[in-house]
């Protein structure tokens, strides 16, 4: 049985060199030339093909003022978004919670309050009609002044085409509910992956994020995502690592909270009750409703205490 020598290093090296010649002789004729980096990072030249990496200094850039200025809602809620003390401009939110929290009230909520102070705000829906909006409107009349595109009535239009258009007009605020139907229904029509959807959903929400719209809007995104049987995250860890915070939207009980797990311009773990009970509107407050009741019940029992004319055994 013949057997064939192994090739030497000589030869090795000629391949390579002749390998490396024909992808240089390709990338000069699309017109991309090699690209130096400084000694001491990389040992020669770096040659990337159709990427033109850019090495940043920080105190070289320059911003546009308006970005750092935020949007504000009007209650307590402007005190958990940032630590300036609203929602920032270009920035994405996922807001997961439980099942019947009142995800979409509250955020619908948040989006009337940017837009009574001047901001221009638009509601995706992807699962609710206008019959289950209109009954919204009843009970909070502000909902009514959003503008709201409910993206099921163009089932037979690509999706994509229709976001694009609809973004085109250039928001401050865009509330999407949820991620994830929006995402299923590109998936649909354009018949590719679920990541492929996210993929194209989170680079249109990127893009709009610098003002890439026909009025320079630095755009902000809400989007609330479904959340598994145990409570966590629907979605890819690209969608996570390209949101600026998530929030959760919970129960304790019979009560309600909201509070960021992960927020690049605010508080984490800060949590904000609200309460759905009030008319025509939503009711927010950093104190525990529990720890009020606890201590309601202490001062009935102190109550109960001094008619006997007996001291609390816990003085």
Same mark, same amino acid.
């Given at each position: ?32 030339? +090699?690209?130096?980096? +400084? ?101 909070? +009349? ?16 690509? +999706? ?156």
């Amino acid at each position: 049985m013949n057997t064939r020598k192994p090739m030497s290093e000589e030869a090795k090296a000629r391949i390579a060199e002749g390998v490396r010649k024909s992808f240089e002789a390709k990338r000069l004729a699309a017109g991309i030339t +090699p690209i130096n980096v +400084p000694s001491g990072t990389v040992n020669g030249p770096v040659e990337l093909l159709g990427i033109v990496p850019e090495l940043v200094k920080m105190n070289e850039l320059v911003f546009d003022p308006s970005l750092f200025v935020p949007m504000k809602i009007g209650n307590e809620v402007d005190a958990l978004f940032s630590t300036l003390g609203g929602l920032t401009k270009s920035t994405n939110f996922i807001l997961i919670g439980d099942p019947g929290v009142g995800k979409s009230t509250v955020t619908l909520d948040i989006i009337s309050g940017l837009q009574g102070n001047g901001n221009k705000c638009l509601f995706i829906s992807a699962e609710m009609d206008r019959t289950d909006l209109y009954l919204y409107v009843q009970r909070y +009349p502000k909902f009514g002044e959003i503008d709201i595109l409910f993206l099921p009535e163009y089932d037979e239009h690509n +999706p994509k085409l229709v976001l694009e258009a609809i973004l085109e007009n250039g928001y401050d605020v865009v509330l999407i509910d949820s991620f994830i139907e929006v995402q299923d229904s590109i998936k649909e029509f354009n018949k590719i992956a679920g990541n492929s959807a996210e993929k194209w959903l989170v680079d249109l929400m990127k893009s709009h994020n610098m003002g890439r719209n026909k009025t320079g809007a630095y755009t902000s995104f809400l989007c609330i995502q479904q959340v598994n049987k145990d409570g966590s995250f629907v979605g890819t860890n690209k969608l996570k690592h390209n949101t600026h915070g998530m929030m959760e939207i919970r129960f304790t009980g019979d009560d309600r909270y909201m509070q960021f797990i992960k927020n690049r311009k605010g508080e984490v773990l800060k949590k904000l009750y609200y309460d759905l009970s009030t008319p025509k509107d939503v009711s927010y407050s950093y104190e525990d409703p529990s720890a009020s009741d606890e201590d309601d019940d202490e001062e009935d029992e102190e109550r109960d205490y001094s008619k006997l004319g007996i001291r609390n055994s816990r003085d």
